[in-house]
């Protein structure tokens, strides 16, 4: 009898959206990039697809500039959404970086044409550079105004026809209140993405959730320090939180 990918401690998943924020990659800072954090991130995903595994990302800009934040001190919104796309252009060429450093062969992708520094957004193009086992890393969000980076991983591992969505956070999973503020919260290891909306349990905007309940795409919910990293969410290891039908 055959063992299951579990059992014999291999993957669960073939092709993997990671989607992680921008404040991730700030470290202890408190603005910008924290070079030795989007080292060890990229050790994470470099181990993940050692294994095998063909990745996508997209990383949020919140560490440079947010849109909402933006629209919120009087400016417009248009305007300020479109510098916070610019903004996760900006660390998806940093992760770039910090992941071919470690030989790891990469690809930028971005929503918005800027062929100097990477490449647009062509899906078939996108999908073989994943056969080829190239990290692709989605930038810009989804080039458009008033939609989060959560919706753009979303549409991006639709279209990529990834198996999940890995949402990397500060916390081990998804609870009923903030943990970090509320010792007593309690943490879900599964939850449906119709109580995640009619909870209003801030895992992503309800564009997003809705999203990958219509594709049916479950998102896994974990902690960035998790002690065996990505690789051991990825066996099914560790603490998580999962967001299915």
Avoid: W
């Avoid at 990290?135 to 279209?159: H, K, Q, W």
Wanted: glycine share 10%; with cysteine.
């Amino acid at each position: 009898m055959t063992e299951s990918r579990a059992e014999t401690g291999a993957p669960r998943y073939r092709r993997v959206m990671l989607k992680i924020s921008g404040e991730a990659l700030m470290g202890d800072q408190g603005y910008g990039l924290h070079p030795p954090t989007v080292e060890r991130i990229a050790r994470q995903i470099k181990e993940v697809r050692d294994m095998g595994v063909e990745i996508c990302m997209v990383i949020g800009g919140g560490n440079i500039f947010r849109g909402l934040q933006g629209s919120a001190q009087g400016m417009e919104r248009t305007t300020a959404d479109y510098m916070g796309m610019l903004a996760t252009v900006m660390n998806a060429l940093a992760m770039q970086s910090a992941l071919e450093s470690l030989g790891v062969f990469t690809r930028v992708i971005s929503a918005i044409p800027m062929d100097q520094v990477c490449e647009p957004y062509i899906r078939r193009r996108a999908v073989r550079h994943l056969e080829k086992g190239r990290v692709c890393i989605f930038a810009a969000g989804t080039g458009n105004p008033y939609f989060t980076t959560d919706t753009a991983a979303t549409l991006r591992a639709s279209e990529m026809h990834c198996e999940v969505i890995f949402k990397g956070t500060q916390v081990d999973g998804i609870y009923d209140s903030d943990p970090r503020e509320n010792p007593d919260a309690r943490r879900y290891d599964t939850v449906t993405y119709d109580e995640v909306l009619r909870k209003n349990l801030k895992v992503m905007d309800a564009s997003a959730i809705a999203l990958a309940r219509d594709n049916n795409l479950p998102i896994v919910v974990f902690s960035l320090d998790a002690p065996d990293g990505l690789a051991g969410i990825l066996r099914g290891e560790g603490t998580y939180t999962k967001v299915v039908n």
